[in-house]
């Protein structure tokens, strides 16, 4: 993100238009999820993807006359089902709205350098544009929305109905792109981007160490905390952003959690992790996970109800992670991570392969690693 915008500020500062195509609304299996956006300059090669192959080029084929300014913003839907008789190789099966939107020097700079300044200092911020008219927007006006320790605020700074705002704002918090309705009959796209993610690793074990590697290498800024000098430190953990020694709970009430905090406790005992998420559960995050047995996490959950209502100890992943078998540290960091994943863009997790699906239990057996 912080690439895109960068690249789209370039060129307006340089006096140079661009056509925004951005993924608004997507129906089946399709590559890049709502938000996915390309940065389509009058010459030269687009910056970003929607996805690639036949569709993106479509989306190009239709994006250039808007430089002629003859032809209006438009919303474009890619087919990707493809035809099953014509030799391609991908065939994704779904469709996709794309918004194609004219920015120009005069009219949209700020708003490019407000989205690149938050993209740079990994602040959350959202893209907000009006596809019809309503919410007092017109079709095609746009502002970006950042939140500061000042609250919202939107560049350029329009007059918007303060429930609006704060629609957009929760949208922000909650890291969810989506179309929101708004009086009369109006459509506004509300492009979130996150800001800064943060891994927040409670336990410096065997665990943690995988969990590190593979949280840095998903784009989160990692921080591992432990009460012990001899496993909290930069030699077992290279790519953290920051390194906590000290107890527990006095090390996580010093520290900035949040909704863009992913937390996950795997200390070395059952007191230390209770008593690790009773404190994060103070505060809202964007997710909280607790290593045990399905055993040890309902007695844990159990003592947590004296303390804590239903709705909050519902947002506690415990046993946690998803069921793919794991059993070595680095496999059980992977099961933990590709639950962030899955919570982080809000999926269901589902299987993909749709031969999995329509398998038959029983079908199949494993001889010497064969599949029979």
């Not at 993106?56 to 003859?70: C, H, I, N, S, T």
């Not at 949280?215 to 000098?229: A, K, N, S």
């Not at 430190?233 to 949040?258: Q, W």
């Not at 909280?288 to 506690?316: C, F, H, V, W």
Request: proline letters at 5%.
């Amino acid at each position: 993100m912080e690439d895109i915008w960068s690249r789209a500020e370039e060129l307006l500062t340089e006096g140079k238009p661009f056509v925004l195509a951005t993924i608004i609304r997507t129906r089946g299996s399709v590559p890049r999820e709502v938000g996915a956006k390309m940065v389509v300059p009058p010459q030269g090669q687009p910056f970003g993807t929607i996805g690639g192959g036949c569709g993106e080029g479509e989306v190009l084929r239709r994006a250039y006359p808007l430089f002629d300014q003859k032809v209006p913003n438009r919303i474009v839907t890619v087919d990707l089902t493809g035809d099953f008789e014509q030799d391609q190789i991908q065939v994704c099966g779904g469709l996709m709205d794309v918004a194609l939107d004219l920015w120009q020097p005069e009219q949209h700079k700020d708003i490019a350098h407000a989205l690149a300044e938050a993209a740079r200092e990994r602040r959350p911020a959202a893209l907000i544009t009006s596809i019809e008219a309503g919410g007092g927007m017109e079709p095609g006006t746009k502002t970006c929305l950042t939140i500061g320790h000042d609250g919202a605020k939107l560049t350029p700074a329009l007059r918007l109905d303060e429930e609006l705002i704060e629609t957009f704002t929760a949208s922000v918090s909650a890291g969810a792109s989506g179309m929101f309705s708004a009086q009369p009959q109006g459509q506004i796209f509300v492009d979130v981007q996150p800001g800064l993610q943060t891994l927040l690793i409670v336990g410096a074990g065997h665990i943690a160490q995988p969990l590190c590697e593979m949280g840095h290498m998903l784009g989160f800024r990692t921080i591992v905390v432990d009460d012990r000098w001899a496993f909290a430190k930069r030699d077992r953990f290279p790519n953290a952003s920051e390194i906590k020694v000290g107890p527990f709970v006095e090390t996580l009430e010093s520290l900035d959690i949040n909704e863009q905090t992913f937390a996950v406790v795997v200390t070395r005992g059952h007191n230390w992790d209770e008593a690790s998420v009773r404190t994060i559960l103070k505060r809202k995050t964007a997710y909280l996970g607790m290593i045990g047995s399905k055993r040890r996490a309902k007695a844990t959950l159990e003592r947590l109800a004296d303390s804590y209502n239903p709705e909050q100890l519902a947002t506690i992943h415990t046993p946690m992670g998803l069921d793919i078998g794991a059993e070595s540290p680095a496999e059980i960091a992977l099961a933990i991570c590709a639950e962030i994943v899955k919570v982080r863009h809000h999926r269901v997790g589902e299987a993909v392969s749709l031969a999995a699906k329509a398998r038959p239990t029983g079908q199949f057996k494993f001889v010497t690693g064969i599949v029979v």
